[in-house]
């Protein structure tokens, strides 16, 4: 695929994410899709989750928000099957916290399919606002006090 199909596949996932689609997203990630956050702490971000795991995370992290959660394209940048994502959300939580995280994400695409995400973000702000996020099992979930 050619760089602008790649930024037109991001748009497509972005607004699937937006709208807690998982049968979109898991259309447009490969069978053999990792994705990973790049932080340190807090641990139960250390995880590299596989393209079921991560479909569910926007449906459960909507479920502690007032709204959906909402990413927005900030810029995105590409050479031959990688983009470069900034990204940002703003919403606010059922526990009254501000979730307007900034995102950096690195998108590798292989076969026009998603591969490879590695998201770059203020985990401290996540861990605050959320607590811990299982996307296995959205009823595990704990939202922070």
């Known amino acids: 695929m050619s760089v602008a199909e790649n930024k ?12 807690g689609d ?7 990630t490969s069978e053999d899709f990792a994705f990973q956050t790049m932080a340190r702490q807090p ?23 007032k709204a959906p959660i909402q990413l927005e394209v900030v ?3 590409g050479e ?9 959300t703003d919403g606010e939580m059922l526990n009254g916290r501000r979730y307007n995280n900034r995102y950096h994400f690195v998108i ?5 399919k998603f591969k490879n995400v590695r998201e770059y973000s203020c985990s401290a702000l996540a861990s605050t606002c959320f607590g811990a996020i299982e996307p296995a099992t959205p009823e595990l979930s704990r939202m922070a006090d």
Do not use: C, H, Y
């Open 8 to 19: 037109q596949a991001i748009r497509d996932w972005i607004a699937a994410i937006n709208r």
């Open 22 to 28: 998982e049968a979109a997203i898991l259309a447009l």
């Open 43 to 65: 641990e139960w971000l250390l995880p590299q989750w596989n393209r079921e795991e991560f479909a569910a995370t926007p449906s459960t992290m909507s479920a502690l928000m």
């Open 75 to 77: 810029n995105m940048i």
């Open 80 to 88: 031959g099957d990688s983009v470069s994502l900034e990204a940002r």
């Open 108 to 112: 590798e695409f292989k076969d026009g």
